[in-house]
C-alpha cells in the first residue's frame, strides 16, 4: 500500500535532520513541550503512521547522520580517512534504531493535534474502503501537484523575469 510519506524522499529527509546548525537545533529545543499522550492515543496514532509508512521517511536518518557528520569531520581531518570510515560503522551500530524515536515524537505529535476519539475515528477512517483507496491514490495525486506548482512557477518565473527586464529597459538599463 503506498502512502503519502512514500512521495518524500527520505534522503531529503535525512538531509534536513542532518544538517541542522547548532543554531538550528537549540531553536528546536526551545520548541513548547508536547502535553503527556494516552496510551491509547499513542497505539491509535502510531496505527495510522503506520499505515502511512511515515518510518520510510526516516528509515535512513542515522546512517545520513553518521556519514554527513563523518564527511563533515574528514574535511579538517583528511590523515584520519580510514579511521573516520571504522569509527563510523562502530557509530552506526550503536545508534541503529535510535531513528524511531522519531515515529514515536511523530505519534505525539498527533495526539496533540487530535483527541482521542479523533485518532480512534481516523483509524476507523484510514481502515476503510475510501481510506484505503485514499493511502493508495493521495502520494501520486501529491506527486503531480508538486509537479504542476514546479511547472507554473517556472513559467511565472519567466514572466516576471521579463517584466523586470522591460522595466529596467524603461530606465535605460538592460538586464
Same mark, same amino acid.
Given at each position: 500500500m503506498k502512502s503519502v510519506f512514500?512521495?518524500?524522499p527520505a534522503a531529503g529527509v535525512v538531509? &534536513? +535532520?542532518a544538517s541542522a546548525s547548532p543554531a538550528a537545533a537549540q531553536a528546536q529545543a526551545q520548541a513548547? &513541550? +508536547?502535553k503527556p499522550a494516552s496510551a491509547a492515543c499513542m497505539a491509535g496514532a502510531r496505527e495510522i503512521l503506520a499505515m502511512k509508512n511515515a518510518a520510510a521517511m526516516y528509515a535512513n536518518a542515522v546512517p545520513g547522520i553518521v556519514q554527513q557528520t563523518k564527511q563533515a569531520l574528514l574535511q579538517s581531518n583528511l590523515n584520519y580517512q580510514k579511521d573516520l570510515d571504522e569509527v563510523a560503522v562502530m557509530v552506526a551500530q550503536t545508534y541503529?534504531?535510535?531513528?524511531k524515536e522519531i515515529g514515536?515524537?511523530?505519534?505525539?505529535i498527533y495526539c496533540n493535534e487530535f483527541s482521542d476519539a479523533e485518532i480512534a475515528n481516523l483509524v476507523t477512517f484510514y481502515k476503510s474502503p475510501i481510506g484505503q483507496k485514499l493511502l493508495a491514490a493521495e502520494p501520486k495525486a501529491i506527486q503531480m501537484s508538486m509537479q504542476s506548482m514546479n511547472q507554473w512557477a517556472?513559467?511565472?518565473s519567466d514572466t516576471v523575469t521579463a517584466q523586470f527586464r522591460?522595466?529596467?529597459r524603461k530606465r535605460n538599463k538592460p538586464i
Amino acid at each position: 500500500m503506498k502512502s503519502v510519506f512514500r512521495i518524500l524522499p527520505a534522503a531529503g529527509v535525512v538531509l &534536513a +535532520l542532518a544538517s541542522a546548525s547548532p543554531a538550528a537545533a537549540q531553536a528546536q529545543a526551545q520548541a513548547p &513541550a +508536547l502535553k503527556p499522550a494516552s496510551a491509547a492515543c499513542m497505539a491509535g496514532a502510531r496505527e495510522i503512521l503506520a499505515m502511512k509508512n511515515a518510518a520510510a521517511m526516516y528509515a535512513n536518518a542515522v546512517p545520513g547522520i553518521v556519514q554527513q557528520t563523518k564527511q563533515a569531520l574528514l574535511q579538517s581531518n583528511l590523515n584520519y580517512q580510514k579511521d573516520l570510515d571504522e569509527v563510523a560503522v562502530m557509530v552506526a551500530q550503536t545508534y541503529a534504531g535510535k531513528e524511531k524515536e522519531i515515529g514515536e515524537k511523530m505519534a505525539q505529535i498527533y495526539c496533540n493535534e487530535f483527541s482521542d476519539a479523533e485518532i480512534a475515528n481516523l483509524v476507523t477512517f484510514y481502515k476503510s474502503p475510501i481510506g484505503q483507496k485514499l493511502l493508495a491514490a493521495e502520494p501520486k495525486a501529491i506527486q503531480m501537484s508538486m509537479q504542476s506548482m514546479n511547472q507554473w512557477a517556472a513559467e511565472f518565473s519567466d514572466t516576471v523575469t521579463a517584466q523586470f527586464r522591460a522595466e529596467m529597459r524603461k530606465r535605460n538599463k538592460p538586464i
